[in-house]
């Protein structure tokens, strides 16, 4: 699908389509101006860019040529500036990408369903920052076992074993950052 132009480019492209629409009918300038009302000056000044365009002018010029107003001015493209989220499901675990890009750090939502389920503590490259929006999550981090509640954070070294799930009866959201280059956060204030 290609990208509708944006609201700049719609405009820039009426002075010529208003041209070539006018060239294609075979109508003259004085016979436009006859026709709508609108000064032959005015209308030159519109095909050239040098008169911004409105639509108390297009109106007209577009029902006397007898073509619809969208063969001179397109939609423009309306940013959508959310992430695309594309989640991924594994062992009952959803991973909802962030991150628009592939570079460091990625942030994720993970929804973890509650169930009983064993710690596997593992180890990889990287660090990791956890954020708990919603429920309850136990960490196993090394010889530590704790449980995190909505607005609480931690950070580790992945090279320290880890496992991170639900506990309690329900379901468990929570943000996390994750970059390979092991490097912390720093955490900037004001200071007073």
């Known amino acids: 699908m290609e990208d509708q132009p944006t609201v ?5 492209q009426i002075a010529p389509r208003l041209r070539r629409a006018r060239d294609k009918k075979a109508v003259s300038l ?11 000056s005015t209308l030159s000044r519109l095909e050239s860019g040098q008169r911004k365009p409105s639509l108390e002018l297009l109106l007209p010029i577009t029902a006397a040529l007898g073509i619809p107003l ?23 675990r959803v991973l909802i990408p962030l991150s628009r890009h ?52 931690a950070e580790f070294d ?9 506990t309690g009866r329900g379901k468990v959201e929570l943000l996390s950052l994750f970059g390979k280059s092991g490097e912390r956060i720093h955490l900037r204030t004001n200071r007073r």
Do not use: N
Request: proline share 8%; net charge negative; with cysteine.
């Open 102 to 153: 592939q570079g460091e750090p990625r942030a994720y939502k993970l929804i973890i369903p509650a169930h009983d389920e064993q710690p596997h503590l593992r180890t990889h490259d990287g660090h990791e920052w956890l954020y708990v929006l919603r429920g309850r999550l136990r960490v196993r981090l090394g010889d530590h076992d704790f449980i995190m509640g909505s607005g609480e954070a």
């Open 70 to 92: 969208d063969e001179i001015v397109a939609a423009p493209r309306i940013v959508d500036p959310r992430v695309p989220q594309q989640p991924a499901k594994k062992d009952g």
């Open 8 to 12: 700049d480019g719609v405009i820039e």
């Open 158 to 166: 992945c090279h320290i074993p880890h496992w991170f799930g639900a």
């Open 30 to 40: 004085a016979d436009l101006a006859r026709s709508t009302g609108i000064s032959t």
